[in-house]
């Protein structure tokens, strides 16, 4: 006695295959994608910190042939209409990495439109692997999302943290005691 296979039929496969594509086509417009917004600004900063790190190392491993150290120069402020609908007018766009021994430029990289660089310009390092310039740190921020950078001046040290956005409600009044 031959017992019967249990098998979809193609049709049965095709009903089911366009009821999921019809479910993905009502789903997918309504899912916010703000979580991979907020998430731009922390992997920027990143970015941009590991390229601090890289360019400190350079100065230290180049110290013997290059005293004059290392350079990390932020470029491209914002300034056309066209860009500020996603940037701040005082945003970078990219940022270098310069031998200053030799002016040879090491690395070149650019930020996403959607987040905001803001902030010190350069960072030199030198051949100690500390930083050369006194100078304030960098903010990243994007969807709600903000994080420094910044370089302590005698170690070189990068540090990324994330700072919470503060509201810009008035506080309130507090009533003395009495």
Known sequence: MRTKQKAFTLA????VVAMLGALAAVAIPRMSF?????Y????????????????????ITNAKTNPSGFRLT???????????????????SGYTITNL???????????????????ASTFTFGPLGNRLTE???LV????GKRCAISVVSA??????????????KKPKAIKPIM
């Open 12 to 15: 049965e496969l095709i009903i």
């Open 34 to 38: 703000g979580l991979t917004a907020k």
């Open 40 to 59: 731009k600004a922390e992997a920027t900063a990143r970015k941009i910190s590991a390229s601090l790190r890289k360019c400190r190392q350079l100065a």
């Open 74 to 92: 932020m470029t491209g402020k914002s300034a056309s209409k066209s860009i500020r609908l996603t940037r701040t007018s005082s945003s970078y």
């Open 101 to 119: 021994g030799t002016s040879e430029i090491v690395q070149t990289e650019t930020i996403n439109s959607a987040v905001s660089c803001t902030g």
């Open 135 to 137: 100078t304030n740190g």
């Open 140 to 143: 990243v921020s994007a969807s």
């Open 155 to 168: 170690t070189g040290m990068v540090k990324c943290t994330e700072k919470a956005i503060t509201s810009l």
